[in-house]
């Protein structure tokens, strides 16, 4: 089946970000006094902070204290972090290739939109974007397939002609979920079993392109 949209994840797949994500959250728990487990919550970046603060902290994103560690992680992260991030090797450079092949570009991230242009720009993709969804936009965050099927009704494309691009478990589930297939990366620090349902695992955006004639989106 021929690929018309290619649905894109940012932290991880795109952006060198997903450890700057974890600190932020630890630096803004310890700020409130609350102990925090940089590991535990590095394997759950991916997922939307409606998943992972209750997870990990033990109280409701929506909660007073779920609020403010929110706003402040989200001020740490744009302040001490995001400025120093690296996009994934070869992102642009796919991107670009996938715009020349005449793919639909549709964002798909847990992030909220506050952080959404701060993130295309740090990985140097945000002109090649057409459309974006983030976790503001909808009710369910990743794993929840809410997001993926808002980029589809963006990309303007049946499931079946769209194919996800993602680095985490939960990328794979939501797509997954929303019977849209998936090219994992391992840029997010997951492995190919940690990645299974995906059709194929590359090392990053660069492998993938150096790829790019025998994956489905060569076809």
């Not at 929506?62 to 996009?87: C, N």
């Not at 990328?171 to 349902?197: F, H, K, P, Q, Y």
């Not at 660069?206 to 076809?219: M, N, R």
Request: net charge negative; glycine share 10%.
């Amino acid at each position: 089946m021929a690929v018309r949209a290619v649905i894109l994840d940012i932290d991880g797949t795109l952006l060198l970000s997903n450890d700057a994500h974890a600190q932020a959250f630890v630096d803004s728990a310890q700020e409130m006094g609350i102990e925090a487990d940089f590991e535990k919550i590095r394997r759950l970046i991916g997922k939307g902070g409606d998943k992972l603060i209750p997870e990990v902290f033990g109280f409701e994103k929506e909660s007073k204290q779920g609020k403010q560690l929110d706003s402040r992680k989200g001020e740490i992260f744009r302040e001490r972090y995001l400025p120093g991030l690296e996009p994934t090797p070869g992102a642009r450079a796919l991107l670009e290739r996938l715009r020349q092949d005449d793919r639909a570009l549709v964002v798909a991230t847990s992030a909220d939109n506050a952080d959404l242009k701060g993130l295309l720009d740090q990985a140097g993709v945000r002109d090649l974007i057409e459309e974006a969804t983030s976790a503001s936009d909808v009710e369910g965050s990743k794993p929840e397939p809410d997001i993926v099927e808002a980029a589809l009704e963006k990309a303007g494309a049946p499931a079946r002609d769209c194919v996800m691009l993602g680095d985490t478990p939960y990328d794979v589930e939501a797509a997954s979920r929303a019977g849209v297939r998936v090219i994992g990366v391992r840029t997010g620090g997951w492995n190919e079993r940690e990645l299974r349902g995906a059709i194929a695992v590359y090392d990053d955006c660069e492998d993938l392109l150096a790829h790019y004639a025998e994956s489905v989106l060569g076809d």
